[in-house]
């Protein structure tokens, strides 16, 4: 479990998704003790070490074009407590799925129906506001939908 979230490490919701992430880098970082609130992803490690190395991402794979990588780097927010320039991060493990967009969160356990949460006034996923807000929840699907296409080329 992963208190005062809800469900746990199978789940897409904050406590299935939610890990500290505990960054120690003395010469790189002036701030000491700080949190960064923004909100990333296991996706982002690459990018950032990568960034770090100072190496880059091949062009080619295999003799086909490279595919771009999912995440960014997160040394950006290393530095200062802003948000990561990203347009959505989204979610699929064993039939639940789920996409955060700024502080909106859409998410559906596998036999069930979409959620909608806004995490910046409901980060514990309490109130869920699909009923409240159709259009919105219209418009994270399709994202989702978008999104997972991708991923699946």
């Not at 770090?52 to 086909?64: H, I």
């Amino acid at each position: 479990a992963n208190t005062p979230f809800r469900f746990h490490k199978h789940w897409n919701h904050e406590g299935g998704i939610s890990s500290p992430f505990i960054v120690h880098w003395p010469v790189g970082f002036k701030a000491r003790g700080a949190l960064r609130r923004a909100p990333s992803h296991f996706i982002d490690i690459v990018p950032t070490v990568l960034v770090l190395a100072g190496g880059q991402q091949p062009e080619t794979w295999k003799g086909s074009p490279a595919p771009a990588l999912p995440g960014k780097s997160l040394l950006p927010i290393f530095g200062d407590d802003r948000d990561l320039d990203r347009g959505a991060l989204w979610w699929c493990h064993e039939g639940n799925q789920a996409i955060r967009m700024g502080d909106w969160k859409l998410s559906l356990r596998k036999g069930a129906g979409w959620e909608l949460y806004n995490l910046k006034a409901d980060r514990s996923e309490m109130n869920n506001l699909a009923d409240e807000y159709p259009d919105r929840v219209k418009t994270l699907a399709g994202r989702w939908e978008t999104m997972a296409a991708e991923f699946k080329k």
